[in-house]
């Protein structure tokens, strides 16, 4: 049992700037990739930004330079932090995890989302 919780998210201004955060906790023996995805009304759920586990990160190209992913390997969380924030940034913004049990299992823990509302 994996849980995935998000947080962070806001109403702001255009060219405003937030901070997501999401912290997995449970029981499983690693993460693998991590990685931020957006979702708008009546739309697919759109990649956002990936982190694997040595680091390496990948940006959707309508975000690159505004945003930045980390995650701290120790703590089971990654973070978000986004700049030079757009209206069409706005969504609910999903934390995903590639996680493995103890087994070997791998397996896709997903948050609830966090609202990030940009206001032009």
């Known amino acids: 049992q994996v849980q995935v919780v998000e947080s962070g998210g806001d109403l702001v201004h255009s060219g405003g700037s937030l901070r997501l955060s999401c912290a997995a906790s449970?029981?499983?023996?690693?993460?693998?990739?991590m990685a931020w995805y957006r979702q708008v009304p009546g739309k697919q759920r759109d990649l956002v930004a990936t982190?694997?586990?040595?680091?390496?990160?990948n940006y959707t190209d309508s975000m690159k330079g505004r945003v930045t992913i980390s995650r701290d390997i120790g703590k089971n969380t990654v973070y978000l932090q986004m700049n030079s924030l757009k209206p069409e940034d706005t969504g609910v913004y999903y934390c995903?995890?590639?996680?493995?049990?103890?087994?070997?299992?791998?397996?896709?823990?997903w948050g609830q989302g966090t609202q990030v509302t940009v206001s032009s």
């Open positions: 995903y995890a590639d996680v493995r049990s103890y087994t070997g299992r791998a397996f896709d823990a």
């Open positions: 449970g029981r499983f023996s690693r993460i693998n990739d």
């Open positions: 982190v694997t586990r040595g680091g390496g990160t």
